[in-house]
C-alpha cells in the first residue's frame, strides 16, 4: 500500500479541497472529477467546450456527467461506502475493504489504486452523448476477473473487479484527437510522480508564513489546478478562470494570472498573454476568449456585438519584468500591445472626443453592471483609467527596449486622456467622474467612478473627493470593503454579480491606485482586509458578500484571479516590490 504524502505542503492542504465544490483536477489536465454530494459516489466531467457535442459558446455549462454514479465495489458488485480525505495529488477513500486511492496521470487517465491483496473495483455509467467524441480505454497490472457493460438509458454501465497483487492500479484513458493509454506501472510509482510534481510546483513559490500560509498554499493549488494543456487553438499551457465553469483562456483573466506566476514560473507568466496576443486580430483587437476550438470575438446577449476586456496586458507585462526582466519578451509582445491600444482608441470612439466608450457590456468585464442599465454604448471612466496605465506602461516599455519618441508620445498621450477626463467627465459638486450613455450621465455609482485615481494626475482637490467617497461606509467601504455598487445607491445588491459584490482584482487595482498617490496607510488598511476577506472563507471565490464577507451561491469556486491576486497581496507584505507600475509618471 502506498505510503501518505511527505510533502509538507501537501499535507497542509489535507482535506482543504471539497471535490463536492471543486474537482480534483492536475495542471495540464481536462479531467474533473467531483463527488456527488451526501452520496458515497463520484462523478467526472471534462474542462472543454465539446462545441461538436452542443453547439454554443456557454453550453459546456450544462455538459452532463462523462462517467456517472462511479463507485467503489466488492467482488460482488455491491457497492462500498466510503470516509474521503482529499490532497491536492490524490483522493484517499477510506472503505471498510481498505483504503483506495485516486489521482490523475499524463495528463487525461483516471487512475484508481486498490487496497494489497483484495479483489473489488468499480462501477459507473458512461453517457452517450460523448460517443463520437470520447473513447474509454481501460487497462491494469493486475488480473481483470469481470467486466461487464449493461446498456441503460442515456448509455452504458460499466463494472470493473481486479484481483492479484499489492499495488495494483486500475487506468481509465479518455482518448481525445490521438491520445493514448500509458503503460501501466505500480500504483505506488504513479501516486508518487503525482505527489513529486505537486511538490515541486509548491516548492517554486515563494515562501509564506503565519497567518496567511494555509489560504496562500490552497492559492497556489488553484492555480496549478486550472491549467491546461495545449490542444487546438490553444498553443502555450493556459490557465482557465475556473475549470469548473469558465473554459478557455480569457483576456483579463490571464493579466490578472500573469501577476501571482511570475513569482512561480515566469515564462509560464509570459505564455498567458501570448495566447491573447498571438491571437490578435487583423485589425488590433484581442479576442475575449481562446479555447480549444478558436477563438472568441463577438456575442450575440445582451446585445449583438464584438467582445473583448479591457486593456491591462501591458500593465501585466511590466509586473513580470519586475520580478524577471527579459528584454527579448517586451520586444516581442511591444508591437502587438501598440496595436491594442490603436483599436481601442479608433474603434471605440463616440461622441465624447479624445474619450474610448464600451460598445458591448462584456468588453468591460463588469458583466451585469447598472452601468449598462439604461444601454450601449458607455463612456466610462474604468476604460480610459485603463488606457491611461496601458499608455504610461508602454511609454515604460518603449524606454526600456530603446524607443524614447515612442515613450515620450506614449506619456504625452495618457497626459491627454487624463485632462479629457477631467474636462468631460469630473463632476465637481459630486466630487466622482461620471460614466456617460450618449450624453446622459449614468445614474450608478460604483468605484469605476473612481478609477481616475489610479492614474496619480489629480489635483489635490479631486484626490481627496475620490478617497472621500472610496472610505465612506455608505458607499464603497464596508464591512467587507469594496463595494462595487455603493452600498446606498438603488441598484444595489450585496449578493448579485458585479452589483454590489466584492471583487479580488478590483480591490487589487485601488490598493495600487492609492499606493501610487502617497495614500500607503489607507492602502496597507485595505489590502489587509482584503486577504482577511479571502481566507477567512474555505475556498477561493469569483466574488464576495460585502456584508457578510462569504461567496454567495453563484460565485464560482477556485476562481482564478481572485487566487492569483491574494498570492501577490501576500508576497507585497513580506517583500513590497518596488512597482514600476506604481510610480507616478
Not at 466510503?82 to 490524490?90: D, G, I, K, R
Request: proline share 8%; charged share 20%; hydrophobic share 40%.
Amino acid at each position: 500500500m502506498a505510503a501518505d504524502p511527505s510533502s509538507p505542503y501537501i499535507k497542509l492542504l489535507r482535506n482543504r479541497i471539497d471535490i463536492a465544490q471543486t474537482p480534483l483536477s492536475a495542471p495540464g489536465s481536462r479531467l474533473l472529477l467531483y463527488r456527488n454530494p451526501k452520496q458515497d459516489s463520484l462523478y467526472l466531467k471534462f474542462a472543454e467546450r465539446l462545441m461538436e457535442m452542443v453547439p454554443g459558446l456557454e453550453a459546456h455549462r450544462n455538459h452532463p456527467p462523462f462517467l456517472q454514479n462511479f463507485v467503489l465495489i466488492n467482488d460482488r458488485g455491491d457497492p462500498l461506502s466510503f470516509n474521503l480525505v482529499s490532497y491536492p495529488h490524490a483522493l484517499f477513500l477510506e472503505t471498510s475493504l481498505g483504503i483506495f486511492r485516486i489521482t490523475i496521470h499524463e495528463p487525461d487517465s483516471l487512475v484508481i489504486g486498490l487496497p494489497p491483496a483484495i479483489r473489488a473495483g468499480v462501477c459507473f455509467k458512461v453517457s452517450s452523448l460523448y460517443a463520437s467524441l470520447k473513447t474509454l480505454q481501460f487497462q491494469t497490472n493486475g488480473k481483470l476477473m469481470k467486466h461487464e457493460q449493461t446498456p441503460v438509458e442515456g448509455g452504458c454501465q460499466h463494472e470493473y473487479i481486479v484481483a492479484g497483487g499489492e499495488d495494483l492500479a486500475l487506468v481509465f484513458t479518455f482518448e481525445h484527437q490521438g491520445n493514448s493509454c500509458p503503460q501501466v506501472a505500480a500504483f505506488s510509482e504513479i501516486l508518487t510522480q503525482a505527489e513529486c510534481m505537486w511538490h515541486k510546483w509548491f516548492s517554486q513559490a515563494p515562501s509564506m508564513s503565519d497567518p496567511y500560509r494555509d489560504q496562500y498554499y490552497y492559492a497556489w493549488w488553484v492555480l496549478a489546478n486550472n491549467l491546461a494543456e495545449p490542444r487546438g487553438q490553444l498553443k502555450h499551457e493556459g490557465l482557465m478562470p475556473s475549470k469548473h465553469q469558465y473554459i478557455g483562456v480569457w483576456n483579463w483573466d490571464a493579466g490578472f494570472h500573469a501577476i501571482a506566476l511570475r513569482h512561480n514560473d515566469p515564462s509560464l507568466a509570459r505564455d498567458q498573454l501570448r495566447i491573447l496576443l498571438e491571437n490578435q486580430l487583423d485589425d488590433g483587437m484581442l479576442p475575449d476568449v481562446v479555447h480549444d476550438e478558436g477563438i472568441v470575438t463577438s456575442i450575440d446577449h445582451p446585445v449583438a456585438g464584438i467582445v473583448t476586456k479591457p486593456p491591462i496586458l501591458a500593465w501585466a507585462a511590466l509586473k513580470i519584468h519586475e520580478v524577471d526582466p527579459k528584454l527579448e519578451f517586451l520586444r516581442e509582445i511591444y508591437p502587438r500591445l501598440k496595436r491594442w491600444n490603436r483599436w481601442w482608441v479608433t474603434k471605440n470612439v463616440g461622441e465624447m472626443p479624445s474619450l474610448a466608450q464600451y460598445n458591448h457590456p462584456y468588453s468591460s468585464g463588469l458583466d451585469d453592471s447598472p452601468l449598462w442599465d439604461r444601454g450601449i454604448p458607455v463612456v466610462s471612466p474604468d476604460l480610459n483609467t485603463y488606457l491611461t496605465i496601458q499608455m504610461d506602461s508602454l511609454a515604460v516599455m518603449a524606454d526600456l527596449i530603446g524607443l524614447p519618441e515612442d515613450a515620450s508620445e506614449w506619456r504625452q498621450r495618457a497626459d491627454a486622456i487624463t485632462e479629457s477626463m477631467v474636462e468631460q467627465m469630473y463632476d465637481p459638486p459630486g466630487g466622482i467622474f461620471q460614466a456617460f450613455y450618449h450624453d446622459e450621465a449614468v445614474p450608478a455609482f460604483t468605484p469605476f467612478n473612481l478609477y481616475p485615481l489610479w492614474t496619480g494626475r489629480m489635483n489635490a482637490e479631486i484626490e481627496a473627493r475620490l478617497v472621500e467617497h472610496l472610505t465612506n461606509p455608505f458607499t464603497f467601504w464596508s464591512p467587507y470593503p469594496l463595494r462595487t455598487v455603493a452600498g446606498d445607491d438603488p441598484s444595489y445588491s450585496a449578493t448579485t454579480m458585479w452589483r454590489g459584490p466584492v471583487w479580488i482584482n478590483i480591490n487589487y487595482i485601488l490598493i495600487e491606485a492609492l499606493q501610487r498617490v502617497g495614500r500607503r496607510a489607507l492602502a496597507e488598511e485595505l489590502r489587509s482586509r482584503t486577504l482577511d476577506l479571502v481566507a477567512r472563507n474555505d475556498g477561493i471565490h469569483e466574488f464576495y458578500d460585502p456584508e457578510q464577507g462569504t461567496p454567495p451561491d453563484q460565485a464560482v469556486p477556485m476562481f482564478g484571479w481572485s487566487a492569483a491576486l491574494f498570492i501577490d497581496l501576500c508576497l507585497q507584505l513580506k517583500v513590497p516590490l518596488n512597482s514600476i507600475a506604481q510610480r507616478k509618471s
